[in-house]
């Protein structure tokens, strides 16, 4: 059973920056695809970026050019900085982790029933 933590989150002004971890215990986390997802007030949870465990990348296009994610295996724990945030961006942002024995197409990682494992989130407000 995989465990995941999020912190980071907090209130920045439009133009900054926020790094956000994402920390699992429990499993061999380099086996394991990690996405994040964010949900605003009023709004369904939306897809942002995922990380698969050979490094592939996919991105929302919300999220391009502004935002990354990376991992640190040996850490256990995986990154979403944020830059050139805008007030759109204002939710509780979540990471969610499944165990990935194959790769699989973009459409697999983008979608939120992919994932077996959640954390709590982390909210992310951004002033105008």
């Known amino acids: 059973q995989v465990q995941l933590v999020e912190s980071g989150g907090g209130l920045v002004q439009a133009g900054g920056s926020l790094r956000l971890s994402c920390a699992a215990s429990g499993g061999t986390f380099a086996n394991y695809a990690v996405g994040w997802f964010r949900q605003a007030p009023g709004k369904e949870r939306e897809f942002v970026l995922a990380?698969?465990?050979?490094?592939?990348?996919y991105y929302a296009d919300s999220a391009k050019d502004r935002f990354t994610i990376s991992r640190d295996n040996a850490l256990n724990t995986v990154y979403l900085q944020m830059n050139s945030l805008k007030p759109e961006d204002t939710a509780v942002y979540y990471c969610?982790?499944?165990?990935?024995?194959?790769?699989?197409?973009?459409?697999?990682?983008?979608?939120?029933?992919?994932?077996?494992?959640w954390g709590q989130g982390t909210q992310v407000t951004v002033s105008s």
């Open positions: 969610a982790a499944v165990l990935e024995r194959i790769s699989y197409i973009r459409s697999y990682y983008i979608r939120a029933r992919t994932y077996d494992y």
């Open positions: 990380v698969t465990r050979r490094d592939s990348t």
